[in-house]
């Protein structure tokens, strides 16, 4: 057997976005993926073997079993089976450390390649689409519910009251974990940042909620049955905000709008990060990826300083980003999630997220909402 190159990948479906992908079956049991360009083969355990062949959508599945010989340990005959094909062989980042380690120590001609990976993530197929599209469209529904508990919000001194009692983001959150469940959804971690805490991207703590004061809530959500992600910010404030604010948000919001309409296939990734950041400089917000100031520079202006835009599936995080040096185009088929946000951490904090996808014609919002910021 003799080949240029051959992939590999030794993970669970349950942890590998990849491996369930190519194989349709979400099971908790490790299993080696072979592709040597001429077909795609899995190896699994015993146990696993008739289920994997009625309902793999791999048609080569054999036992892990068949590769050993004289009972050496498995690994080692996973290894030996490699070596035969006398080719570099070209694992994803997320490979087993100490297994690539394992076979670096043997001279095997191996290597982290993720293109090959990543690529068949990101071009999702009509059924992800399908069923991406259907969990983004709750997000409406769930928002709209958010936005109900706020406007029968009472306010008491500055904190808000809900049906007589004090609103925290503990409450709030329990209610967004209701919703999710009645749709058979779950949000593993519903972002709520209020008052003091709204400049933490990722505030958790309890905390009460303030009138007069950006609400952020930042809900990463799937379905139960298969994991497809979505990702959604909206930016709240109960009662009379200042002018200023009123003014960055909107135009934050004009801006999202205007860079994502100019998404369309085959636009570099890099050039949109570009245009992006040249508007939100004309508007005094700093993009700055390589470092987390408290403040910015200038305590008058705001600043970003996290990448604006993630591609989204059954990872809440897929590769690549919304990044100065991503130089790869985007293509028919991505699913994005574009956040634009902007704080300074004596001022205000603004953030405002939505899942899209990219069609042949430009960006679909799948999450889009009344973006409702005012709540009387």
């Keep these: 057997m003799t080949q240029t190159i051959l992939y ?18 979400s099971v908790p049991s490790d299993i080696l993926f072979v592709f040597d360009w001429e077909r795609e083969s899995i190896y699994v355990p015993n146990y696993e073997y008739a289920y994997f062949k009625e309902h793999s959508k791999i048609s080569n599945v054999f036992l892990l079993s068949s590769l050993i010989q004289d009972n050496e340990p498995i690994f080692q005959s996973i290894e030996h089976f490699l070596w035969n094909f006398q080719c570099s062989i070209f694992v994803p980042s997320t490979f087993p450390l100490w ?8 001279w095997m001609d191996i290597c982290i390649k993720d293109s090959f990976f990543i690529y068949f993530n990101v071009i999702k197929d009509s059924n992800e689409i399908k069923i991406m599209k259907r969990n983004a469209s709750l997000s409406k529904q769930c928002f709209l519910h958010i936005e109900q508990i706020l406007k ?12 007589g009692v004090q609103l925290t983001s503990h409450i709030l959150r329990k209610h967004i974990n209701l919703f999710m469940a009645q749709n058979n959804l779950i949000c593993p971690f519903p972002i709520i940042a209020g008052g003091k805490y709204w400049f933490f991207p990722h505030f958790m703590h309890n905390h009460s909620l303030q009138a007069n004061l950006p609400i952020i809530i930042d809900l990463s959500y799937k379905d139960i049955d298969l994991g ?9 404030i109960k009662w009379s905000p200042p002018k ?16 994502l309409s100019e998404v369309k296939p085959w636009v570099i990734i890099a050039k949109i990060y570009d245009e992006f950041e040249k508007a939100m400089r004309a508007i005094d917000i700093h993009l700055d990826l390589h470092s987390q100031p408290l403040i910015p520079p200038n305590k008058s ?3 970003c300083h996290h990448a604006i835009g993630h591609w989204i599936g059954r990872d809440l995080h897929e590769l690549p980003v919304i990044h100065p040096r991503a130089k790869t185009p985007f293509e028919s088929g991505m699913t994005i999630a574009f956040e634009p946000w902007a704080y300074n951490k004596h001022i205000w904090w603004i953030r405002i997220e939505d899942t899209y996808l990219i069609t042949a014609s430009g960006c679909i919002n799948l999450t889009k909402t009344h973006y409702n910021f005012i709540i009387y």
């Design 152 to 163: 029968e919000s009472e306010i008491r001194w500055k904190y808000l009251y809900y049906q």
């Design 99 to 106: 297994l690539y380690s394992k076979f670096k120590k043997s």
């Design 244 to 259: 200023e604010l009123v003014v960055l948000y909107n135009e934050i919001f004009s801006l999202k709008e205007k860079i």
């Design 228 to 236: 497809y992600y979505a990702d959604v910010t909206r930016t709240y």
């Design 301 to 303: 202006e705001y600043i």
């Design 8 to 25: 590999v990948h030794y993970a669970n479906p349950c942890d590998s976005s990849f491996l369930y992908k190519k194989i349709g079956i």
